[in-house]
């Protein structure tokens, strides 16, 4: 009996093998068996990835690093061995002699690909063991500058310290009131700088004099020092008997006179002090609630040092503890796990090894020194050093490497709870892990992945529409690094790709979003020429030897061997894109009709026709199978000479495959044009 099958979307994305009978499956019907070279858009359609622009070889392979400075100065950092170049989003950044500006480092490639950062402003700190803690600081495009951590006072401490008690009480005839001077005292004096942060103590100067139950109006101590460099103001503390010292004074001079003045115990100086002995370097940093947060070094996995609060270098010891004052907290558990990410939200959400915890304060009090507590949310663990957040979701890779993963706080339970993201596409991380990932949240909201065999997958995520979509990409070549960045209204896409044991930076191409096709890129390691009709192609030298395909005005031209660096067109151009071909397809679940008598999934069927529903598109082929497919027809009124306008709509392809069990639809793209398809139709009769 005739019946048409309708897949109206593909937000399910590609789904795994062994989902090929779970016609019970919500997703059954808006999900894929192959979807390569196609990204999910988040409103339904499958739309042919942008082909990668060749910005510049690389001197070898690079980690990239997205700094994001605002919205109009932003740049990907390309870690190599030792070295560091920038690139912006139309190349590289230029030193002198109009030469890449490159700039050593203290990391190698393989630290390059684990380390741990985070940006604050024109600083992005870095953690890798084994290596100080470093800040990368920018100065202009081509300035930047390492400087490695010093966990020391920011200033000296005053010297030379006296502390002479000056007898001046008087008695009612004007002699001097001879004080009884039985306690001893000791001052000591900090240094503060313009930005308000403090030196250690200075060296301690004694004094005996009254107790200060006996002290008489008139007498004093006066405590002198010599001025520190840097130093603006000084503050000064005091104690009795060998007591802890407590605060008593902040004064701009280099004096000043003690009038019995008590101390305040609950303000202390600070002890810098290394909280990192003996090159005991931390591997993941963060920032929370103004604290610069580190964590995990390789003798105390399961160690945070968080610095005080405003005061990023600041990781000494304060007695007593104030709220703003550093912390150092070691997570108790019962197996001990290195910290791979932390990432803050409401609180912060620590993934190790094993677990996933939430650093947050005891009850409804905020989070402080004073008050703090570790909790564990969940027992799945992670495996990759980098974490991310999609709106308010966190998403990791789970220990087993094979896993992606959510966590998301739920009011409910008052605790972060999560989702596998991948259970519907498993077959994609069964044999091989991601070694690197990052998220491109304009214009479709996508995690692109890089898996360790050099395939990029994707996943369109929206979790307010449920929406967990993965699609996979390749290249003639390998992918090896990947990071995004903002660039005007949507997200730069940049990849580092080894092609023939070399190494390019490269960048997706700005989506094509209809209309004129001569300037749509759908080629990789591509170059595109703008000018005056020519019809010899030059500087190629990065793809010699390989067959390049070719659109020009629009039109595709045939393949061409690159020899000498050059290609000769069959006619003159003025906009031609150059570069390496890739494959499209896209292949629909087998095709089942569910009805009164049950699905269909045992029996034989017959596909007739397909209506496919495409949006500004060209160049495709379909039918029943890769291995024979039929041209769709493009051309209508255009003139002769001219290259076919891309179509919107409808077209039928009639299929002459006999009956099967099992029937897909595929629809395949091999040429440089676009192509999104939005629906498909496929006109079926079951066998009974």
């Known amino acids: 009996m005739p019946s048409t099958a309708l897949q109206s979307d593909f937000t399910a994305g590609e789904l795994s093998p ?19 070279n196609f990204m999910v858009q988040a409103h339904g359609g499958a739309v042919k990835r942008p082909g990668f622009e060749l910005l510049d070889s690389l001197p070898g392979p690079a980690a990239l690093v997205p700094f994001v400075f605002n919205q109009d100065q932003t740049y990907c950092l390309c870690f190599g061995d030792n070295w560091l170049r920038v690139a912006m989003h139309d190349g590289f950044v230029l030193g002198d002699n109009d030469e890449p500006y490159q700039l050593a480092t203290p990391y190698t490639y393989a630290q390059a690909r684990d380390f741990s950062f985070v940006q604050s402003a024109d600083v992005l700190f870095i953690a890798c063991y084994g290596v100080r803690p470093q800040k990368l600081k920018r100065f202009d495009h081509a300035q930047w500058e390492f400087e490695a951590m010093e966990f020391t006072a920011p200033l000296d401490a005053p010297t030379n310290l006296s502390a002479v008690f000056i007898n001046g009480a008087k008695n009612s005839d004007g002699s001097t009131s001879t004080a009884q001077t039985t306690s001893p005292y000791t001052y000591t004096v900090t240094s503060l700088n313009a930005d308000g ?7 301690g100067a004694n004094v005996t004099g009254p107790a200060s139950n006996n002290w008489q109006g008139g007498d004093y101590i006066v405590i002198t020092w010599v001025a520190a460099a840097d130093a603006v103001e000084y503050r000064v503390y005091k104690s009795a008997f060998g007591g802890r010292p407590g605060y008593v004074a902040t004064t701009g001079d280099t004096t000043w006179h003690d009038y019995n003045t008590l ?17 005991d370097f931390p591997g993941v940093v963060a920032l929370f609630e103004q604290r610069l947060v580190f964590a995990s070094s390789q003798n105390r996995p399961q160690t945070i040092w968080m610095s005080k609060s405003g005061d990023y270098g600041n990781f000494s010891v304060y007695t007593p503890l104030a709220a703003d004052s550093p912390i150092e907290m070691t997570i108790a558990s019962q197996e001990v796990s290195a910290t791979n990410w932390i990432i803050a939200l409401r609180s912060l959400i620590m993934g190790t090894s094993s677990m996933e ?54 009011f409910a339970a008052d605790s972060y709870n999560g989702m596998d993201l991948s259970i519907m596409a498993a077959h994609l991380l069964e044999m091989e892990r991601i070694v690197d990932w990052t998220y491109q949240k304009n214009p479709d909201s996508i995690i692109w992945a890089v898996r360790s065999d050099g395939a990029l997958l994707g996943l369109t995520y929206q979790a307010e529409h449920q929406i967990a979509a993965w699609h996979q990409h390749d290249t003639q070549g390998s992918f090896r690094a990947i990071c995004s960045m903002p660039h005007g209204f949507e997200f730069s896409l940049f990849a580092v790709v080894e092609r023939g044991g070399f190494f390019f930076l490269e960048r997706a191409a700005e989506r094509y979003l209809g209309g004129e096709a001569s300037g749509a890129v759908f080629l990789d390691c591509s ?13 190629l030298d990065h793809l010699e030897g390989k067959t390049v395909g070719i659109l020009a005005d629009g039109a595709v031209q045939p393949a061409r061997e690159v020899l000498n660096g050059m290609i000769t067109l069959d006619h003159k151009a003025s906009v031609v894109t150059v570069g390496l071909p890739y494959m499209a397809d896209l292949e629909t679940m ?6 009164k ?83 498909i139709v496929s006109r079926i009769t079951v066998h009974q």
């Open 527 to 539: 170059l595109t020429y703008r000018g005056q009709p020519i019809k010899n192609l030059t500087g």
């Open 263 to 279: 101390p305040s115990l609950s303000e202390g100086a600070p002890d810098y002090q290394d909280p990192f002995p003996e090159d």
């Open 18 to 36: 062994s989902l090929s009978a779970r016609v019970d499956l919500a997703k059954y019907n808006k999900g894929c068996r192959t979807l390569k």
């Open 597 to 679: 008598d049950g699905a269909s999934v045992a029996l034989k069927k017959q596909i007739n026709a397909v209506d496919i529903v495409f949006r500004d598109s060209l160049g495709v082929k379909a039918g029943l199978s890769f291995d024979k497919m039929e041209e769709v027809k493009w051309r209508s009124d255009e003139p002769y000479g001219n290259p076919p306008a891309p179509f919107s709509g409808m077209k039928q392809i009639i299929t002459n495959k006999l009956a099967d069990n099992i029937l897909t639809v595929c629809v395949r793209s091999d040429l440089p044009t676009p192509v999104t398809v939005l629906a």
């Open 357 to 410: 915890w939430e650093i947050a304060g005891q009850g409804d009090a905020a989070f402080s020194a004073m008050n703090k507590k570790a909790t564990p949310q969940s027992y799945w663990g992670s495996s990759l050093k980098r974490a991310m957040i999609v709106g308010n979701a966190i998403l990791h890779v789970a220990s087993s490497g094979s896993q992606v993963r959510s966590l998301q706080y739920e």
């Open 590 to 595: 087998p095709v089942e009709v569910v009805g």
């Open 197 to 203: 942060k403090e030196s250690g103590l200075s060296t």
